[in-house]
């Protein structure tokens, strides 16, 4: 059953985003997991209603939100409206992939609603037009359509890619990865280590 992502966005609050506290704390851990203070052009896969891509904007040069849903991008839009550096399209990235180079890819709640081999594709696009991190942050629990569990999806994309773990968390709700094209860390690139 294909999910219908327009449903939820007639909620201005889809799935909570603003009411949970886990929704509020999830959005604060990834952004501090993305390893550089300023993130250059960045893609955000699944943007929703913008709220991950609002705490963004300001270390970004450049951003380009996608969702699938209209609704979503709508939303998206109206919160985002006055930030000159975002872009947000509607997009399906299995068959629309942007043309123009990421430093930075964001993939959340995404990638579980791919089969395995677009979640194969979707890792050759990333690793031929990045150039440093994706970020990968998944709900851990089943729900009726999920196609590929979250640490599979994860596994996949890290194979994919070739690509080095820099950051990694997981509690019983959700698995982040952040996965790098260079392996220095942090502390050696800011020539602290």
Known sequence: MKPDFDAPHLDPDPWGYQKHWY??????LIAAMLPNEKLGCVLEIGCSSGLMTQLLAPRASQ???????????EL????????????????????DW?????????????????????IRQL????ARQATGVLLLAHWRHAFEQVATPAQAAHDLLR??????????YEDEDLLVD?????ATSIARKEGIA
């Open 23 to 28: 929704e509020r704390r999830r959005r604060q």
């Open 63 to 73: 951003l380009l939100a996608v969702d699938v849903s209209a609704k979503a991008v």
């Open 76 to 95: 998206a839009r109206e919160r985002l409206q006055g930030l000159p550096q975002v872009q947000v399209l509607q997009a399906d990235i299995t068959r």
């Open 98 to 118: 942007p043309q123009q180079a990421f430093t930075h890819i964001l993939l959340c709640d995404v990638a579980y609603y791919l089969e395995q081999a677009q």
């Open 123 to 126: 890792a050759r696009n990333i």
């Open 159 to 168: 194979e994919g890619t070739g690509w080095h773990g820099l950051a990694h």
């Open 178 to 182: 952040v996965l790098g094209a260079d």
